[in-house]
């Protein structure tokens, strides 16, 4: 058993000298992070709305080819929003507050409670965190580090969110530090890529943003 | 009476009282709140309530403190922290067997994955219709247009695998019917937990492990509950608890605070009015004879039923205090014989014996009631009477000297004056006539009220606190239970079937059931059977549009594989072990219990399945219907109260008649002349007149203690006829009127005390037998020597 023992000590001291540099990166590295969601932070919190356009592309098995949605959407911070798709299916959702509202060109207004409506309200408060850049919130529900110089890379903490999301990738606009591409991988080899343009800052909106469901708009 | 005889009577007497305090010391006490109950059904039905563990049920709602303008955010975390801290608290007790606060995690897609795979097994003859419409060209096309949006949405990510699995949304079907597993909380379950609408309060439920009907272990639990909410709570977030806890608690203390406030005051009263109305300290060994018959009656009482109910121990007390008549009666005989102590023995034995014979009969009709608490109370009377005529004399004759007080005669406190009444003899028979015939028509005019409430203390902060969580939890209307019971789980799950089916074709009941996820094995073998007829007649054909409708709406069609997989592979039943593994297991124990049973044959076991119905409606037939099934048992206040009604009715007409006639028959054999029959029971007639007219205008209700009233107020008034008119032939009128008085006046002291009960079943008692002894008294004073006729009157020839 003594030999033993001695034997574990030698093992420790020689991994010891490849620990010390890999922690001294991870410290590095976590740093750069903290400083890089600062920043996103601190870009974010200058920012009370914004409107911006988006293209859509769903790799998904159940499709012979990707599916490219187009639309844009509208934020005021720090809940309201509407995300509307206007081609090819049009189609808006808007969360304000705790409620909501749904509809497409064969639906009418569904108006939901997030309250009630557990998985709107997963859905809400996932897209409300990446759009506020709540990093904070984020880092409870995922793990975060730096990709590169602009991009970040997170997994899913709780299982049953790994369950659907195997990886996220967030790539930010140098000058804006506002999101510009994301891709969401999932564990079955399907993604889906989203990318951001046309950003316009601190504008207003006019009530009915929050409140009118068109589809057609 | 030589020095033996009176050594005699000490040891007996001391024997008798030691006997019967040891019998009393090793008696048990129960607090069952069911002995109060009439009728084996509604026992049997409260019984069940109780297996099922819904009266050992306590909701506590925390809420946070309304002043506070804090955000919905801090407000949540405050009140969740402070539930799990009090979980905490409560599962260190060991005293509870489940505690629901929260669901557990992935109840938001539990559904789906839970009860998807079994479709073919919970889907009915009705749902096939919406399926097949579903398979149609149209139904196809719809279903695969709204999955593309539904992909391509923000929830696509997460519906990915449901839609492969499920393309055409049948499982929807089913979820629809799963607006009967929502309770009648109105309530939002966030993170778990059940939050109230406006976001200030959480729903705690536990359940104890054992009955919250004793009054002992409520008690317990309370201190459990109130050092749980100091170490657990912060002081801006309030407990309100209601179920059965708070009421057995407030009956408890309310009896015990009667029992213990109202005994000593009657007993200083009634000490008063012996001192004072018999002029002797003599006139304690009077009081004490109550007091030592009442050790043997409790003792003998409990050794007959094996333990005895504390609310018929308080009564039959109460109604113990009918003993100190005898030896008042007694002691005034003795008191004024005039140096013939054994012609005056023998001139009022008749009368004690007499009476003692009618009142015994009273309560020997009452031994038949239906309710066991007061079968109890007229066994522990019927003994406490016959033991307190036993020691009137023993005890009576000892204390008071041989030869006559003449100071006695002087120091009465009453006088009459009956010589002017014959004048008067029309007018006061047509008054009194007149009086017992505005009796009957209130008699006419009385309900019988089979509410059990009625019998339950209405304290104002249960009142305050229940009215609070109906508002905090949107509560509407009044719950009734609807009992499957089975030897085994598929014979309860087929009685739930059935009452799950019947309920559901009345569309105006609301009601919450697990029968639309988990029907009997046997009805999910035939849903499966119709499910596959309907699949082996379109399988190949819909394969084919499916695949052909999938690729015009930009989908692989091979993508749907799980799907087809799932139709033809078939998947097992559904049964309970699977749902008890899934996060709706909460859910599923609160409706389905096994009961374990050790009798003498050995341990058995059988099935509850409960479903809860709203019972405001109009809709009393179906429920009724349902409860006349094998196996199934409708558990209401709706049903126990024309139950109770029933049984009131016929206890109150069988037992009142029967004493009422044990009573004639009794005076009639006695005294054979219609007149002294008529003036025997005059007394009785007014009691039951002045009773019948307070009621009536007191609300025209009876319940359950007024049987219990009549019979007891039967029972007193025979006596003051019995005395008034014995006395007549003894020409012993102006002794026996005093002693009637002393005694009326002692159970209005009684029954005045205990009509300031805080408990609503002791001051109805106190209430109404005061009534009915404050109309007797003055018909056997004034009204039964006047029907006698002139005779009857004592004279200035009658001696004292």
Redesign the interface.
């Known amino acids: 058993m003594k030999h033993n023992y001695h034997f574990l000590f030698f093992i420790v001291g020689l991994l010891t000298p490849l620990f010390l540099p890999t922690q001294s990166m991870c410290t590095d590295s976590s740093q750069s992070l903290k400083a890089f969601l600062e920043e996103v932070e601190r870009n974010a919190s200058q920012v009370e709305s914004f409107a911006c356009s988006f293209t859509q592309k769903r790799h998904l098995s159940l499709f012979p080819e990707p599916v490219v949605f187009r639309g844009n959407l509208k934020l005021i911070r720090p809940d309201r929003l509407r995300w509307a798709f206007t081609s090819p299916i049009p189609s808006v959702l808007i969360f304000n507050g705790q409620e909501g509202i749904r509809c497409s060109e064969d639906q009418d207004p569904a108006h939901f409670d997030l309250k009630t409506d557990p998985i709107m309200r997963i859905v809400a408060e996932q897209i409300l965190s990446w759009l506020n850049s709540d990093y904070e919130k984020l880092k409870k529900q995922y793990s975060i580090r730096l990709a590169d110089s602009s991009s970040l890379h997170i997994t899913p903490r709780e299982q049953t969110t790994a369950g659907f999301i195997g990886s996220i990738t967030i790539t930010f606009e140098e000058k804006s530090q506002q999101p510009k591409r994301v891709l969401i991988n999932e564990p079955n080899g399907d993604s889906t890529i989203i990318e951001f343009f046309n950003y316009h800052f601190n504008i207003s909106f006019p009530p009915s943003t929050f409140t009118a469901c068109q589809p057609s708009e | 009476m030589n020095n033996l005889s009176t050594t005699y009577r000490i040891l007996l007497v001391t024997g008798l009282v030691l006997l019967g305090g040891l019998l009393a010391v090793s008696s048990h006490i129960s607090d069952s709140a069911l002995d109060l109950l009439p009728g084996k059904a509604v026992r049997g039905d409260l019984k069940l309530l109780q297996e099922l563990g819904l009266v050992d049920r306590i909701f506590i709602t925390l809420s946070i403190d309304d002043q506070l303008d804090t955000k919905d955010e801090d407000t949540f975390e405050k009140l969740t922290a402070s539930i799990e801290k009090f979980k905490g608290q409560l599962s260190d007790t060991g005293e509870f067997k489940t505690l629901l606060y929260k669901l557990p995690?992935?109840?938001?897609?539990s559904l789906f994955t839970v009860l998807q795979p079994h479709l073919p097994y919970l889907l009915d003859q009705e749902d096939l219709s919406a399926v097949q419409h579903l398979t149609t060209e149209d139904g196809i096309r719809k279903a695969l247009?709204h999955d593309?949006?539904l992909?391509?949405?923000?929830?696509?990510?997460?519906v990915?695998?449901q839609?492969?699995q499920d393309p055409l949304a049948m499982t929807t079907i089913l979820l629809k019917k799963l607006k009967h597993l929502k309770s009648s909380f109105n309530m939002?379950?966030?993170d778990g937990y059940f939050?109230s609408k406006d976001?200030r309060s959480l729903l705690f439920i536990a359940v104890t492990e054992k009955s919250l009907t004793n009054g002992g272990y409520a008690v317990r639990i309370k201190q459990l509950l109130d050092r749980a909410f100091r170490v657990s709570l912060p002081s801006d977030i309030t407990p309100k608890v209601i179920g059965t806890l708070p009421h057995t608690l407030a009956n408890v203390n309310s009896i015990r605070h009667d029992l213990r406030t109202l005994i000593p005051i009657a007993t200083l009263l009634l000490s008063a009015l012996l001192l004072l109305g018999l002029r002797s300290l003599k006139a304690f060994f009077v009081l004490m004879i109550p007091f030592l018959a009442a050790p043997a009656a409790i003792g003998i009482t409990s050794l007959i039923y094996g333990q005895i109910g504390g609310l018929a121990l308080g009564f039959g007390i109460v109604l113990l205090g009918i003993a100190v008549d005898f030896a008042i009666h007694l002691y005034l005989a003795l008191r004024f014989d005039n140096g013939m102590r054994y012609e005056a023995l023998r001139k009022i034995r008749k009368p004690i014996l007499l009476a003692a014979l009618t009142t015994t009969s009273v309560f020997v009709v009452l031994l038949f009631s239906q309710v066991p608490s007061h079968r109890q109370m007229a066994t522990l009377a019927l003994i406490g009477i016959l033991m307190a005529v036993l020691l009137s004399y023993l005890i009576i004759p000892m204390v008071i000297p041989s030869k006559a007080d003449e100071r006695a005669k002087s120091s009465l406190f009453f006088t009459f004056n009956f010589s002017s009444l014959q004048s008067y003899r029309i007018p006061i028979i047509l008054f009194w006539l007149i009086f017992i015939f505005g009796g009957v028509i209130c008699w006419n005019g009385l309900r019988y009220k089979g509410d059990l409430r009625a019998l339950d203390v209405s304290d104002h902060s249960i009142m305050e606190d229940e009215k609070y969580f109906r508002q905090t939890w949107e509560q509407q209307g009044e719950q009734g239970f609807l009992i499957s019971k089975g030897r085994t789980l598929e014979e309860a799950l087929e009685n739930n079937s059935l009452v799950y089916s019947t309920l559901k074709k009345n569309s105006n009941i609301s009601f919450q059931s697990i029968g639309p996820i988990l029907p009997s094995i046997s009805i999910q073998k035939e849903h499966f059977t119709a499910w596959q007829k309907f699949w082996q007649k379109e399988r190949r054909s819909f394969e084919k549009r499916f695949a052909e409708i999938a690729n015009q709406q930009?989908?692989?069609a091979k993508?749907?594989a799980p799907f087809f997989n799932w139709l033809d592979n078939n998947t097992s039943f559904l049964t309970p072990e699977k749902l008890l593994n899934s996060p709706l297991q909460p859910f599923v124990n609160s409706m389905i219990k096994r009961v374990d049973n050790n009798g003498s044959n050995g341990q058995t076991s059988h099935y509850l399945v409960l479903t809860t119905v709203d019972i405001t409606g109009g809709h009393k037939k179906p429920l009724l219907q349902l409860d006349q099934k094998q196996g199934i048992t409708l558990v209401s206040n709706l049903k126990w109260r024309s139950q109770v009604e029933n049984m009131l009715r016929h206890d109150i007409l069988t037992l009142s008649l029967s004493a009422a006639c044990l009573i004639i028959l009794i005076t009639a054999i006695t005294f054979r002349q219609i007149s002294k029959v008529v003036a025997v029971l005059a007394p009785v007639l007014s009691a039951l007149a002045s009773m019948a007219i307070f009621s009536y205008f007191r609300g025209a209700e009876l319940n359950m203690m007024h049987l219990l009233m009549g019979i007891m107020v039967i029972g007193l008034s025979v006596d003051y006829g019995i005395f008034v008119v014995c006395s007549r032939n003894n020409n012993t009128s102006k002794v026996s009127l005093i002693g009637v008085s002393i005694c009326a006046a002692s159970s209005l002291i009684g029954f005045g005390v205990l009509a300031f009960a805080y408990h609503p079943a002791l001051s109805s008692l106190g209430t109404t037998v005061l009534v009915g002894i404050g109309a007797a008294w003055p018909t056997a004073v004034w009204i039964a020597p006047v029907i006698l006729g002139p005779d009857s009157l004592p004279d200035a020839t009658e001696k004292l």
Do not use: C, Q
Not at chain 2, 105 to 109: F, L, N, R
Not at chain 2, 151 to 158: D, H, K, P, T, Y
């Open positions: 995690h992935g109840y938001e897609t247009r593309f949006s992909l391509n949405s923000l929830a696509g990510i997460a990915k695998r839609v492969s939002d379950v966030r939050l976001g930009g989908f692989v993508g749907f």
